[in-house]
């Protein structure tokens, strides 16, 4: 069993007095690769804000166990970004946790970033205007500012909006390469995709359900109207579950 | 020409224009890239409640003005993430009511305040030695911040949350940065005036962002661009005898034109 590296304990937590998510708990361990799904507005955003310290919660905390990097995917939002950064810049902005405050970028961290841009077929504009990409280049220049630093942690928020097939392809098999030294966790509704690669599923929808592995009981479908239709899990056979009756 | 370098007003006059130059280009920069251009004018015309109340005490106004510049550029952020109040909108009441506490306290004065024009609409022909020291020392400032923490500055105003992130103490960066633009604005409040320093802030950048979308690179044009329209501004106030505020405006404006006609040119 791997050692525990996240726990969330009763966590409550919402947008100016309104409830979002109510008492959370869940334990991540080493090298999970744990789905969040759950409905819109369920607060599968919000728990991942909690998680990484952009939202104080209103009770309740997170413990890492150890000192962990994070590398962090935010959900994708079409902002007019004419910000006067370049590329590679964007991608060496995931390094500067590990620089002190005077140190400059070595040649080695721009090696990573350019290494980075190229995997993800990005290399040709490391030196162009960050507002001058595509939406799905902008997506995949996030993705590369997050892994970068070979974090211990990774938290993916809706990685796959905004982006082609190829992309998701890609995203996936980068994630499950470094999978054997990080965490990944990531928030998703579109569970028809991530289910053949996550290892634990936990819905959210005001509460919390963790489904370890893919026991997943209509019960639970009901109790917490997860989205879940089929679940895929790597070798093993596909599970195709009920509808909900909501239809959601 | 080669007589009116021989006058020392002048002198400090080129000087004051260069040091403002530099300092201005690279806060400009900053302003102009995070779109915090609305707030830097908040806090230069709030900063006017200062110099009223530097002449109300016989205290040198720019001394004055500096306290009211900071702690307005602190009370505009404080209130608008604390108070639940939009951004414009607190700033749009602290530049209304820093312009009112200056006309207030003038009123008080007693007497007429002689050259309160010059810091309305600007008089670099009358800088001081005291003026010229303190806009060496926010140059220096600037400059100095710039370089060694441009990592910090260009990150947390490119992507405020990611920075959070990482770790990077975003709040006390975005407060440093927003006083450093409260200083070197009222440093400089003789080159332009309260009315009209915004433009040493926002055209010498636009014009850079013209020609590049590098931080970097924006900085050290705004810097040139600011000396070379300042200097003809200058030179052209002195000449046709007009403020100089104003014909340091016309010329940035000028050269943002002519570049604009050159790039539509060569493309």
Partial sequence: MNEPILEIKNITAGYNGTRIIENINLTVYENDFLGIIGPNGGGKSTLLKVIVGLLKPEKGEVIFKKKSRFGYLPQFTLNDSKFPITVKNVVLSGLVSEKKVFQKFSQEDHDKAEKILNEFGLLQYKDSPFGELSGGQIQRTFLCRAIVSDPDILFLDEPTAFTDKDFSKNLFKTLLDINSDTTIIMVTHETGIISSYVKNIACINRTLHYHPGNEITEEIIDKFSCPVEIITHGKFPHRVLMMHKDGK | ?267
């Fill in chain 2, 1 to 267: 020409m080669t007589d009116i370098f021989s006058y020392v007003f002048f002198q400090k006059a080129l000087l004051a224009a260069l040091l403002a130059s530099i300092s201005c280009g690279i806060i400009g920069s900053y302003v102009v890239s995070k779109r915090v251009v609305f707030i830097s004018d908040g806090i230069i015309h709030s900063s006017f409640g200062g110099i009223g109340l530097g002449y109300f005490i016989g205290v040198n106004p720019i001394v004055t003005a500096l306290i009211f510049g900071v702690l307005s550029a602190f009370g505009i952020r404080f209130v608008s993430s604390k108070g639940n109040v939009r951004e414009d909108s607190t700033i749009g009441i602290f530049l209304a009511l820093g312009m009112a506490t200056g006309i207030i306290f003038i009123y008080l004065t007693p007497g007429y305040a002689p050259d309160l024009s010059s810091y309305l609409f600007g008089n670099i022909l009358t800088v001081t030695n005291s003026d010229i020291i303190m806009s060496a020392s926010a140059s220096f400032s600037a400059l100095f911040a710039i370089i060694v923490f441009y990592k910090q500055i260009l990150f947390t105003a490119f992507d405020e949350q990611y920075a959070r992130i990482q770790k990077m103490r975003v709040e006390l960066i975005n407060y440093s940065m927003i006083a450093l633009v409260a200083v070197v604005v009222v440093v400089n409040i003789r080159i332009a005036g309260v009315i009209l320093i915004i433009s040493l802030l926002t055209i010498p950048q636009t014009t850079a962002m013209l020609i590049t979308r590098k931080f970097d690179k924006i900085v050290i044009l705004s810097v040139i661009f600011g000396i070379i329209s300042s200097m003809a501004g200058l030179f052209i106030s002195f000449y046709l005898n007009i403020p100089s505020g104003a014909s340091i405006v016309f010329s940035e404006v000028v050269m943002f034109i002519i570049i604009r006609l050159i790039i539509y040119a060569v493309k």
